[in-house]
C-alpha cells in the first residue's frame, strides 16, 4: 500500500506565505506525477498545481506567479510554496500521488489534507 502524507498548513495573513510538503511512502516503485489540489465547502477538488517525474509543472491561472511546485524525487516528495497568499486561497489542500503500477497502469493515492486559512 502507499501512503501520503500531507503538512505545513495553517492560518495566515493576506500577503503572506506557506510552504505545504506531501510525502509519499509504501509500496512505490516510481511515480509517474503528484499533485496538490485544494477544495473549500461548496465548491469541487480543483487542480492548483502538478508536476510530472520529469519536472514538467501545471498551474491554475489563479495561482501562477505566486505559487511553486517542487519536488525531491529521491524522497517522493513535493513541495508547495505559497506567497502572496488572498483570502480566496482558503481550503483544504490535498496531495495526490500518480504510481506507477505496471506498464500502462498507475493508480492514484490522496492524502488526507490539510487546512490553509488565509485571514483579510
Known amino acids: 500500500q502507499v501512503q501520503v502524507v500531507e503538512s505545513g498548513g495553517g492560518l495566515v495573513q493576506a500577503g503572506g506565505s506557506l510552504r505545504l510538503s506531501c510525502a509519499a511512502s509504501?509500496?512505490?516503485?516510481?511515480?509517474?506525477?503528484m499533485g496538490w489540489y485544494r477544495q473549500d465547502p461548496g465548491n469541487q477538488r480543483e487542480l492548483v498545481a502538478s508536476?510530472?517525474?520529469?519536472?514538467?509543472?501545471n498551474y491554475a491561472d489563479s495561482v501562477k506567479g505566486r505559487f511553486t511546485i517542487s519536488t525531491d524525487n529521491t524522497k517522493n516528495t513535493v513541495y508547495l510554496q505559497m506567497n502572496s497568499l488572498k483570502p480566496e486561497d482558503t481550503a483544504v489542500y490535498y496531495c495526490?500521488?500518480?504510481?506507477?503500477?505496471?506498464?500502462?497502469?498507475?493508480?492514484?493515492?490522496w492524502g488526507q489534507g490539510t487546512q490553509v486559512t488565509v485571514s483579510s
Open positions: 508536476i510530472t517525474s520529469g519536472g514538467s509543472t
Open positions: 509504501g509500496s512505490i516503485s516510481s511515480i509517474d506525477s
Open positions: 495526490k500521488a500518480i504510481v506507477v503500477r505496471g506498464p500502462g497502469y498507475t493508480y492514484q493515492f
